[in-house]
């Protein structure tokens, strides 16, 4: 593996959904110059992905206060309630700074209403009792990084590097590199060139989405493998709460489309879910669950799905929105008609049938409301950040809400420590260069694909929505053994991005076991049927994992 240039910029990002290049856009209008890295397209990522919308008090009769208490509510007890309300009361300014970058929210009238109750069409998702959620038709996540992307392109002082994947983070006091546990860049691989890359910056900022392909089944776009997470973890940052993986109740099944979300947003516009039952009658089963039924929150409903499907034996169950007409169907939410009348669906007659999946890390890298991770010189925003917001449960649409706000507020941190920072900056002449040692070409490359399959299975079967002492034990023994499989393979071979992300999702995968066996108790999106109830006594206590660094 050969080693290219060293590369100087004021910042690096890694990641390219909503909080990176949300951070990236305000660090280079302060005249910053920005690096981005991301693995694959700028726009592939987890916000392209988002239906929904993004949830945010605009409307009359809404408060703070309420939104507050419906994310406390779904958090179940482990929110940061200081955090909570420090994001949502910035919500309105992060989304008119949007708006003003280019996104462009569906209107009122662009439906076709009259009324003047608000400028933008509000819609209502599971575990709010406010419509407050704005969104752009269903491709809201899609709108928005477009107008990121554009707005980031159009900038001089930041410089894209796409299809370039990071591989660990450098942190002085290691490896020869003088001074002490400040991060100051990464080694980064050029997948094209294929050598490896080392970037020098004042700061750098981890905003690489998800760890969906930690399981078999997830909503998550290939590129969310936990590499934030994972990076951090190694560098010695905390990591909290990662038991909480949160699981999309409603992921179209369907064996072409298996990855295809059906957005929240439906069962706020009314849509119920159903099953069938002994008669073969699609019947309605969430009354039995929760009191805000089909509107419940996501982990209730999740376990709810799973609990109808083990117990009926059926492949799926249903979410039924044939009251809708085609033509409303079509205006509110035209990407999801026509996904769903693609693949053999018309949800105007039919139920859509739906299952569970893998969707959101409600913990990560544990950080304030500025992103700062305890380690000096290194920022953790997006979904790879635990920032007390969302709990043992997000609540629908707070996700892009985060994003938007902390990739500001992280932004504004960095730019107030950027001389301290700066007065310390590691020089090329000072970076240590990255080195292959004796490791060679593989030829054996079923082992990467052979291990990544194994993890995602057992993580899916032992570590999913229904955990038990006995499963996360038997995962515990399974992921010990292929972790030193692993390790000892990237020793020995030259990297590629798939062994990369094999060695991230193999941590992450630990972590999140990790975390499970040590929560006593079933809260929010972890449930343990060896302690099925909530402990009062860890309200908001989270579980911490460091890396000893010794």
């Given at each position: 593996?050969?080693?290219?240039?060293?590369?100087?910029?004021?910042?690096?990002?890694?990641?390219?959904?909503?909080?990176?290049?949300?951070?990236?856009?305000?660090?280079?209008?302060?005249?910053?110059?920005?690096?981005?890295?991301?693995?694959?397209?700028?726009?592939?990522?987890n916000?392209?992905?988002?239906?929904?919308?993004?949830?945010c008090?605009?409307?009359?009769?809404?408060?703070?206060?309420?939104?507050?208490?419906?994310?406390?509510?779904?958090?179940?007890?482990?929110?940061?309630?200081?955090?909570?309300?420090?994001?949502?009361?910035?919500?309105?300014?992060?989304?008119?700074?949007?708006?003003?970058?280019?996104?462009?929210f569906?209107?009122?009238?662009?439906?076709?209403?009259?009324?003047?109750?608000?400028?933008?069409?509000?819609?209502?998702?599971?575990?709010?009792?406010?419509?407050?959620?704005?969104?752009?038709?269903?491709?809201?996540?899609?709108?928005?990084?477009?107008?990121?992307?554009?707005?980031?392109?159009?900038?001089?002082?930041?410089?894209?590097?796409?299809?370039?994947?990071?591989?660990?983070?450098?942190?002085?006091?290691?490896?020869?590199?003088?001074?002490?546990?400040?991060?100051?860049?990464?080694?980064?691989?050029?997948?094209?060139?294929?050598?490896?890359?080392?970037?020098?910056?004042?700061?750098?900022?981890?905003?690489?989405?998800?760890?969906?392909?930690?399981?078999l089944?997830?909503?998550?776009?290939?590129?969310?493998?936990?590499?934030?997470?994972?990076?951090?973890?190694?560098?010695?940052?905390?990591?909290?709460?990662?038991?909480?993986?949160?699981f999309?109740?409603?992921?179209?099944?369907?064996?072409?489309?298996?990855?295809?979300?059906?957005?929240?947003a439906?069962?706020?516009?009314?849509?119920?879910?159903?099953?069938?039952?002994?008669?073969?009658?699609?019947?309605?089963?969430?009354?039995?669950?929760?009191?805000?039924?089909?509107?419940a929150?996501?982990?209730?409903?999740?376990?709810?799905?799973?609990?109808?499907?083990?117990?009926?034996?059926?492949?799926?169950?249903?979410?039924?929105?044939?009251?809708?007409?085609e033509?409303?169907?079509?205006?509110?939410?035209?990407?999801?008609?026509?996904?769903?009348?693609?693949?053999?669906?018309?949800?105007?007659?039919?139920?859509?049938?739906v299952?569970?999946?893998?969707?959101?890390?409600?913990?990560?890298?544990?950080?304030?409301?500025?992103?700062?991770?305890?380690?000096?010189?290194?920022?953790?925003?997006?979904?790879?950040a635990?920032?007390?917001?969302?709990g043992?449960?997000?609540?629908?649409?707070?996700?892009?809400?985060?994003?938007?706000?902390?990739?500001?507020?992280?932004?504004?941190a960095?730019?107030?420590?950027?001389?301290?920072?700066?007065?310390?900056?590691?020089?090329?002449?000072?970076?240590?260069?990255?080195?292959?040692?004796?490791?060679?070409?593989?030829?054996?490359?079923?082992?990467?694909?052979?291990?990544?399959?194994?993890?995602?299975?057992?993580?899916?079967?032992?570590?999913?929505?229904?955990?038990?002492?006995?499963?996360?034990?038997?995962?515990?023994?399974?992921?010990k053994?292929?972790?030193?499989?692993?390790?000892?393979?990237y020793?020995?071979?030259?990297?590629?991005?798939?062994?990369?992300?094999l060695?991230?999702?193999?941590?992450?995968?630990?972590?999140?076991?990790?975390?499970?066996?040590?929560?006593?108790?079933?809260?929010?999106?972890?449930y343990?049927?060896?302690?099925?109830?909530?402990?009062?006594?860890?309200?908001?206590?989270?579980?911490?994992?460091?890396?000893?660094?010794?």
């Amino acid at each position: 593996m050969k080693t290219s240039e060293t590369l100087e910029f004021d910042h690096l990002v890694i990641g390219s959904g909503l909080a990176g290049l949300r951070s990236a856009l305000s660090l280079a209008a302060a005249g910053r110059s920005v690096a981005v890295i991301t693995k694959r397209a700028i726009d592939e990522c987890n916000t392209r992905c988002a239906q929904g919308g993004i949830a945010c008090v605009t409307a009359i009769g809404d408060t703070f206060d309420e939104h507050v208490q419906d994310t406390l509510t779904a958090g179940a007890g482990l929110c940061n309630v200081k955090a909570v309300r420090a994001i949502v009361e910035a919500g309105p300014a992060a989304v008119k700074e949007l708006i003003e970058i280019g996104t462009k929210f569906t209107t009122r009238g662009e439906l076709g209403y009259t009324d003047a109750q608000s400028e933008y069409d509000l819609g209502r998702e599971g575990g709010h009792h406010k419509r407050r959620i704005l969104h752009a038709g269903d491709i809201t996540g899609a709108e928005i990084e477009r107008a990121l992307v554009e707005a980031c392109r159009a900038c001089s002082n930041i410089h894209i590097f796409e299809n370039h994947t990071a591989i660990d983070l450098i942190i002085s006091g290691r490896g020869g590199l003088p001074g002490k546990n400040r991060c100051c860049g990464a080694y980064v691989l050029s997948d094209q060139e294929k050598t490896v890359k080392t970037f020098l910056s004042v700061s750098v900022t981890l905003a690489c989405g998800g760890i969906g392909k930690v399981y078999l089944y997830t909503s998550n776009p290939d590129v969310a493998c936990g590499s934030g997470v994972a990076m951090g973890y190694r560098a010695g940052a905390k990591v909290a709460n990662m038991e909480f993986v949160q699981f999309h109740p409603t992921i179209l099944y369907h064996p072409t489309e298996r990855s295809f979300l059906i957005s929240e947003a439906l069962r706020g516009e009314g849509a119920v879910l159903k099953c069938r039952n002994n008669r073969g009658e699609l019947v309605e089963f969430m009354h039995k669950y929760h009191p805000m039924k089909s509107l419940a929150p996501r982990d209730v409903v999740a376990r709810a799905i799973d609990n109808e499907m083990k117990r009926s034996g059926e492949e799926c169950v249903f979410l039924d929105i044939t009251h809708l007409s085609e033509k409303q169907l079509k205006l509110r939410f035209p990407n999801i008609y026509q996904r769903c009348f693609d693949a053999g669906i018309d949800m105007a007659k039919e139920p859509i049938p739906v299952v569970p999946a893998a969707h959101f890390l409600c913990g990560g890298i544990q950080t304030d409301v500025q992103g700062y991770t305890g380690i000096p010189g290194l920022y953790a925003v997006g979904e790879c950040a635990c920032t007390g917001l969302h709990g043992a449960n997000r609540l629908a649409s707070n996700s892009l809400l985060e994003a938007a706000v902390l990739g500001e507020a992280s932004s504004r941190a960095i730019c107030e420590n950027y001389a301290a920072l700066a007065a310390e900056r590691i020089r090329p002449a000072d970076a240590p260069v990255w080195t292959s040692g004796n490791a060679t070409d593989s030829d054996e490359r079923v082992v990467c694909s052979h291990n990544w399959d194994e993890i995602r299975r057992f993580m899916w079967d032992y570590v999913g929505i229904y955990r038990t002492n006995k499963r996360l034990e038997r995962a515990k023994a399974r992921i010990k053994l292929l972790r030193k499989e692993i390790e000892k393979y990237y020793w020995d071979f030259l990297i590629t991005q798939d062994l990369i992300e094999l060695r991230n999702i193999a941590l992450v995968a630990e972590l999140i076991i990790d975390s499970s066996l040590k929560r006593k108790e079933s809260r929010g999106l972890h449930y343990n049927a060896d302690y099925p109830c909530r402990d009062q006594e860890l309200d908001g206590v989270d579980t911490i994992l460091q890396r000893d660094m010794e």
